[in-house]
């Protein structure tokens, strides 16, 4: 049986970001991610993480691509690259509201709203019902008791359990979770992200998780994306492919 068509496919994309008289260059040779994988991106502070996952998120404008496209339903692919050129910024935001789930690094919770409309939002905007799913996934993650709670009345833990919860609502076809268990300890940790597995799994979505610290023994299910670092004078170049 042939493979699924990949939900994302990068072929040379690359971004640079320069300051203090050094230059960072991001550089994704080859990629393919298929329907409902799980994917991790692994790599030490500043080797690109945030900034692979910001152009998945169709939120950071690549500088070069020979291929990009992303495809979230059972149709052609789009081709991203043709949308940035064009600075088709409703195009990508259309895209990104309606497929893509984003936990961010820093949480990213609006702080005015409370837990259940931060979770809410996302259906809010796209016009669906969200009523039981937030208390479902509230139950799931073990924040029931917390959806009346505004972000700065919650442990760093909830917040990212409801960060979390936001990111899923909308059932995207892929969530993208940057660095998803920082700042819990531990046990904590784990058990949040077992939890986030869990819920990716039986839905079926597509994820791509951004982890320093990854633990190193191969975890079923999940594919971990091959990465070096490369020096040419005062360039550095991380390289993640697979
Ligand atoms: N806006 C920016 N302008 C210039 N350089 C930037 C900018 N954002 C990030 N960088 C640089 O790009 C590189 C990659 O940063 P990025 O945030 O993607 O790393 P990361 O792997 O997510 O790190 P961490 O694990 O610490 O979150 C770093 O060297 C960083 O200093
Ligand atoms: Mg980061």
Redesign the pocket.
């Known amino acids: 049986m042939a493979a699924a068509p990949p939900v994302y496919r990068c072929q040379e994309l690359v971004k640079r970001?320069?300051?203090g008289g050094t230059t960072?260059e991001?550089l994704v040779p080859e990629l393919r991610i298929a329907p409902g994988e799980v994917v991790v991106l692994r790599?030490?502070?500043?080797?690109?993480?945030?900034?692979?996952l910001d152009m998945l998120a169709l939120a950071l404008r690549p500088d070069q691509a020979k291929g990009f496209s992303f495809r979230p339903e059972q149709r052609d692919a789009t081709d991203l690259w043709r949308l940035w050129a064009h600075s088709d910024l409703d195009g990508l935001g259309q895209l990104r509201g309606r497929h893509i789930g984003y936990v961010l690094?820093t949480g990213g919770l609006l702080s005015f709203l409370t837990a259940r409309e931060n979770i809410a939002l996302s259906c809010r905007l796209l016009g669906y019902d969200a009523r039981g799913l937030v208390e479902q996934l509230a139950e799931r993650l073990d924040i029931s008791a917390q959806l009346d709670k505004r972000p700065g009345q919650l442990s760093v833990g909830e917040r990212q359990r409801v960060a979390i919860a936001r990111a899923l609502a909308h059932r995207p076809v892929v969530v993208l979770a940057?660095?998803p268990t920082a700042s819990v300890d531990p046990l904590n940790a784990k058990r949040i992200l077992d939890l986030f597995l869990e819920l990716v799994r039986q839905s079926g979505t597509c994820a791509i998780i951004?982890s320093?610290d990854w633990q190193p023994e191969p975890t079923p299910g999940v594919r971990i994306l091959d990465h070096r670092i490369e020096r040419d004078g005062n360039i550095?170049r991380s390289l993640f492919w697979g």
């Open positions: 970001r320069a300051g960072f991001l790599g030490p502070s500043g080797c690109g993480k945030s900034t692979l690094q940057d660095e951004a320093h550095t």
